[in-house]
């Protein structure tokens, strides 16, 4: 195989890589032999089905098929001879015709030289942190706020109860709405309505008004209102507390303890809280080993093909959440400039993860890749099927693959930099930084 390479600029590189046509030919007509063996058309005997036939029927897609791995295989033959390491994915195109010789012209972005990737020099903050019995009893008050029921009391409004409300707000001489009340319900306490009015709310029975005065926040949802001093008319019409369920037999049943026994949801719980906590303590040292690459080698210019890839799908990724959602939101063509800066970042931190793992020969380990499997398997009611889903679906697989192995590597720096330990609640572990 002929192989020549050009440089486009700092990071960007061409290669040109050529085949004989002869080989193509040899093993699409290989392949068609096979398949004519085994082929069943109507109107002919197996094996006896004419070659033309065959070419017919099934040559372009083996001719597509044999091509694309032809490619596959010629460019990272290429590749190895030239000693490149690849950033992103390149963009392979045929080159002019050559008669007897199939050439192609391969597009694409290289790792940047970092020099030496010293981790030792590194200071990494290590926090850990424990699931406590607290933390057991705080998720079976949450799991019994669930399933709570309400029921209407007839006493003033407090903390914790469930009120329905209507609201008509003055500011100036301006009345919103014009006409009648807006209607809705909170939970005092939750924040969900605006903390002065709820807080207002308190001691109210229902059939009772209030007035609360309020300056609301200058960005505030109603434009009409924002960063206006306002008399807030509230009226109860409805006030309801909260019944939680006993923790019996019943109540652990109902959450796929067979055996209804306390002592087994406890640890049932425990079990999904130390997962919870294990995921939350990973993404937090994964940040302070990003954020600790980035300041040591933000210096490093980056693939700026590549940097824009990531840009624009950070974009994609937004607007599907807002869709998930219920959200429409229109992306401009260049909404990706906004992104760019922290694609940056990310290429960044994913290439020195890449170049610290080639360059010491780091390994995906099968084991953790299989118990990371059934951590995520655990997490379903048939944990079976989920592991049966990844094994037969590669794109999965890759993912959880690639997941992984970003794992091993942040702990293999982690190991080797300076480190502190940071002690935090489970709560604190969890929360978003």
Do not use: C
């Not at 960007?12 to 096979?34: C, H, I, K, M, Y």
């Not at 309505?193 to 009772?208: I, N, Q, R, Y």
């Not at 953790?368 to 094994?391: C, F, G, K, M």
């Amino acid at each position: 195989m002929q192989v020549s390479l050009e440089s486009l600029g700092s990071l960007e590189r061409r290669l040109t890589f050529s085949f004989p046509a002869e080989n193509l030919e040899n093993q699409v007509g290989g392949r068609l032999r096979e398949i004519a063996r085994g082929a069943k058309i109507k109107g002919f005997r197996p094996g006896k089905v004419p070659a033309k036939v065959i070419e017919q029927r099934f040559g372009a897609q083996v001719r597509a098929e044999i091509l694309d791995g032809m490619l596959r295989e010629g460019f990272s033959n290429a590749v190895r001879q030239e000693q490149l390491q690849i950033a992103g994915q390149p963009r392979i195109e045929p080159a002019a015709d050559a008669g007897e010789t199939l050439s192609y012209v391969a597009t694409f972005e290289v790792v940047p030289d970092f020099g030496d990737i010293d981790v030792s020099k590194l200071n990494i903050v290590r926090h850990t942190a424990e699931v406590a019995d607290a933390d057991i009893d705080a998720m079976i008050e949450n799991l019994r706020l669930q399933r709570r029921t309400l029921q209407k009391v007839e006493r003033a409004a407090q903390a914790g109860d469930v009120v329905e409300v209507e609201t008509w707000t003055q500011v100036g001489d301006e009345r919103f709405p014009a006409e009648g009340a807006e209607y809705g319900s909170t939970v005092i306490g939750s924040e969900s309505m605006f903390k002065p009015l709820e807080e207002a709310l308190v001691g109210v029975k229902a059939g009772d008004e209030t007035v609360a005065e309020v300056e609301f926040p200058a960005d505030w949802r109603a434009p009409q209102l924002a960063g206006k001093q306002a008399k807030v008319h509230l009226k109860l019409t409805n006030v309801s507390e909260p019944v939680l369920p006993e923790v019996d037999a019943e109540f652990i049943k109902s959450f796929g303890v067979k055996s209804g026994e306390a002592d087994q949801f406890r640890n049932d719980i425990r079990t999904n809280l130390e997962r919870e906590l294990k995921g939350a303590l990973m993404t937090r040292l994964r940040r302070e080993v990003g954020e600790q690459l980035i300041a040591a080698y933000e210096s490093v210019e980056m693939p700026p093909k590549l940097v824009e890839a990531e840009a624009r799908d950070m974009v994609w990724q937004t607007v599907e959440q807002a869709r998930r959602q219920g959200r429409h939101i229109e992306a401009p063509a260049d909404a990706h400039l906004n992104y760019m800066d922290a694609a940056r970042k990310r290429v960044l931190v994913g290439l020195l993860v890449g170049e610290i793992a080639r360059r010491n020969e780091l390994r995906l380990e099968p084991k953790r890749v299989n118990e990371t499997l059934r951590l995520i398997a655990s997490t379903y009611e048939e944990p079976q099927q989920v592991i049966d889903l990844y094994r037969n679906d590669q794109q999965l697989m890759a993912g959880l693959q690639n997941r992984v192995m970003e794992e091993q590597v942040i702990d293999w720096i982690a190991e080797r930099a300076q480190h502190t330990e940071q002690s935090l609640s489970f709560s604190e572990a969890i929360r978003p930084a």
